[in-house]
């Protein structure tokens, strides 16, 4: 184990429980780096602050797991977050309309660089850490010992792997032990959210293969279908598109870059036609158009939609692109409240870290003002309860929405 000293004057945010060190915040570690390891940290002045692990591969060097000085580190260690992460979502497993849903939310759940999520009886893991890339057997082993799923299969995180210095691969676990290939060719994780069918394709696709974070925003942002022209910017694979349509909306425009993704929307439109869980005649209300969605809701005529769903993917990767992503989050809303019906609602939302609550009402503000409109905040959303904000760690709040309706 290595001892970390932090520089006098550093080891503020540490002791309030924030996860991340970085080298500069370092005074020295003993014995000198030489293999990634767990690390006692302490303060100039020699009082423990916190257990973490400590990787100088890492783009963050340091990272803090545990404050009580009377945890033992190591992989029992692990297993036991693993446990607290499961255990503390039991209420999840017993919904009756609900099959997928995440189960270790990262840093938020004290396990850096971790997502999993469930889906029916398969469970798909994203490693965005060197830590989670190394532990990763050790948690499949945990999750299989409790749950039993079919197959784990875990994927690393593209946006990770170059600065965490990860290969790009998807690795699987069956019975809790690693197979010696990935998962293979096997049919579609199928899953019901609220009611409506869903399947995510194995080892593709987006995330893990489906944003569960968005849905209480689904079941919400649908419930305003009723009788609306929609559209839904940044469909997917449709996951508020088929909310609407099992809503009584009128017609649902669904929008997206990937034709694989708009395909899929169709396929599922039909799933949830055969098990009845949509309206029929669901399909005739549904087009969808592959395009650049900044493109498509520029050329859309006025007054066409009395809703839109804004869900773009995440335009601030980080803090340092945040000035240009807000001129892009703001663009888009400006001309979605243009483009509305008096009266319309607006469903937007932003995936953004790197963006706070405040900046994102306060582009909102910024986009009526230029749209000449007022806009009336009628819920404020984020994440739902599998994926909590963890106060001492920021960062976890990155999903925030409103629904909104404009007046002109
Ligand atoms: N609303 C979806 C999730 C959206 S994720 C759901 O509920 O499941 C963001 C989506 O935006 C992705 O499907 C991605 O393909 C798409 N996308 C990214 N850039 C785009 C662009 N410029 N125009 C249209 N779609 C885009």
Redesign the pocket.
């Known amino acids: 184990m290595y001892r970390i000293t932090i520089k006098e004057g550093k080891d503020k945010a540490m002791r309030r429980h924030h996860p991340w060190v970085f080298s500069g915040a370092i005074a020295a570690a003993e014995p000198a780096f030489s293999e990634p390891d767990w690390a006692e940290v302490v303060s100039a002045t020699g009082t423990f602050i916190a257990y973490g692990w400590y990787d100088e591969k890492s783009h963050i060097q340091l990272r803090l797991m545990s404050w009580n000085r009377k945890d033992r580190t190591g992989e029992e260690f692990i297993r036991k977050l693993v446990r607290e992460s499961v255990t503390r979502r039991r209420e999840f497993f017993t919904l009756p309309d609900t099959t997928a849903f995440r189960l270790i939310h990262g840093e938020a759940d004290f396990l850096p660089g971790f997502a999993a999520d469930t889906y029916g009886r398969e469970i798909r893991m994203l490693i965005s850490s060197r830590f989670a890339d190394r532990f990763l057997p050790v948690v499949a082993s945990e999750l299989s010992s409790m749950l039993h799923p079919s197959l784990i299969e875990a994927v690393t995180d593209r946006q990770f792997a170059g600065i965490e210095g990860l290969k790009e691969r998807v690795r699987c676990f069956i019975n809790g032990e690693e197979t010696a290939e990935e998962c293979g060719d096997r049919e579609n994780a199928r899953f019901i959210e609220n009611g409506i069918w869903y399947e995510a394709a194995p080892g593709r696709g ?1 995330k893990s293969g ?2 569960c974070d ?1 849905r209480d925003n ?1 079941a919400i942002t649908g419930s305003y279908a009723r009788g609306r022209k929609v559209l ?9 598109t088929l909310h609407a349509l099992k809503n009584g909306a009128v017609s649902v425009d669904s ?4 034709e694989s ?1 708009l395909r899929h929307l169709l396929y599922q439109i039909h799933l949830n036609e055969d098990k009845k869980t949509l309206p029929e005649g669901s399909r005739e209300k549904v087009s969808i158009t592959a ?6 809701i520029r050329a859309s005529e006025e007054g066409k939609y009395d809703m839109m ?1 804004l ?3 995440k335009l601030a990767k980080t803090k340092s692109a945040l000035e240009n992503a807000m001129k892009a989050y703001k663009d888009l809303n400006r001309v979605a409240m243009m483009k509305i019906r008096n009266g319309g609602i607006i469903a937007t ?1 932003s ?1 953004s870290g790197a963006m706070t609550r405040e900046d994102f009402r306060m582009m909102l503000g910024w986009a009526a003002s230029d749209a000449g409109c007022e806009i009336q905040i009628l819920h404020t959303l984020s994440a739902g309860e599998d994926h909590p904000v963890r106060l001492s760690f920021p960062e976890s709040e990155y999903l925030k929405g409103y629904i909104v309706r404009v007046l002109k």
């Open positions: 987006q489906f944003y968005q689904r839904d910017l940044f469909s997917y694979t449709g996951g508020f929008v997206d870059s990937s993704a395009a650049d969605a900044f493109e498509f769903i869900d773009p993917p939302y995936c």
